[in-house]
Antibody
Framework: QGQLVESGGGVVRPGGSLRLSCAAS????????MHWVRQVPGKGLEWVAF????????YHADSVKGRFTISRDNSKDTLYLQMNSLRAEDTAVYYC????????????????????WGKGTTVTVSS | QSALTQPASVSGSPGQSITISCTGT?????????ISWYQQLPGQAPKLMIY???KRPSGVANRFSGSKSGNTASLTVSGLQAEDEADYFC??????????FGGGTKLTVL
């Protein structure tokens, strides 16, 4: 089924940087697209970024474009989110999510849905 | 783009049915069939319950069903059980790689 474990969260001052990691196990990581999604405690979810299974395409939400960068290392089964120029409004729990598998398809997953999620890592931006 | 609109809370008694609405626009919900619903238990990660409007991943009870009409998607939970008490989020593709989520609905089983 698969498991995802995020790490790297913490407290950082405005303008600072953090790099989040998401370690994958139990599935062929290099066959799946991956997302980052965040959630302000007690609030809704917000899509942050996506990376194609081979890392050749990435997409970022407008709210983080130019500040955050999604990447992956398939040799380490790990997804990353480099966060620079952090703002108070970036304070949230950050989840990584695996795209829903679509067996038999040319690209064997669906961009639009996430069927495996990690438990999240908390980022707090505060002076 | 703004988040999709969901009621803040719904409630029902065990055995009853409830429906949660998710209202968007002609640029998101009304324009795509890439609608999904996630269940989030307290302190847990979201869980995919419905995708592509009305499909259930393996392991999700058939008490959960989805539909769409115009710019509004809906999640129906039939035969409510205590374990269904959770937050539910809708999600729609909005074009240009954007995934839009709703603000979430707290389901209380009375």
């Amino acid at each position: 089924q698969g498991q995802l474990v995020e790490s790297g969260g913490g407290v950082v001052r405005p303008g600072g940087s953090l790099r989040l990691s998401c370690a994958a196990s139990g599935f062929s990581f290099n066959n799946y697209g991956m997302h980052w999604v965040r959630q302000v405690p007690g609030k809704g979810l917000e899509w942050v970024a996506f990376i194609r299974y081979d890392g050749t395409n990435t997409y970022h939400a407008d709210s983080v474009k130019g500040r955050f960068t999604i990447s992956r290392d398939n040799s380490k089964d790990t997804l990353y989110l480099q966060m620079n120029s952090l703002r108070a409004e970036d304070t949230a729990v950050y989840y990584c999510g695996r795209c829903l598998g679509v067996p038999g398809a040319i690209i064997p997953y669906s961009y639009y849905y996430m069927d495996v999620w990690g438990k999240g890592t908390t980022v707090t931006v505060s002076s | 783009q703004s988040a999709l609109t969901q009621p803040a809370s719904v409630s029902g008694s065990p055995g009853q049915s409830i429906t949660i609405s998710c209202t968007g626009t002609s640029s998101d919900v009304g324009n795509y069939n890439h609608i999904s619903w996630y269940q989030q238990l307290p302190g847990q990660a979201p869980k995919l319950m419905i995708y592509e409007i009305n499909k259930r991943p393996s392991g999700v009870a058939n008490r959960f069903s989805g539909s769409k009409s115009g710019n509004t998607a809906s999640l129906t939970v039939s035969g409510l059980q205590a374990e269904d008490e959770a937050d539910y989020f809708c999600c729609s593709y909005a074009g240009d790689s954007l995934l839009l989520f709703g603000g979430g609905t707290k389901l209380t089983v009375l």
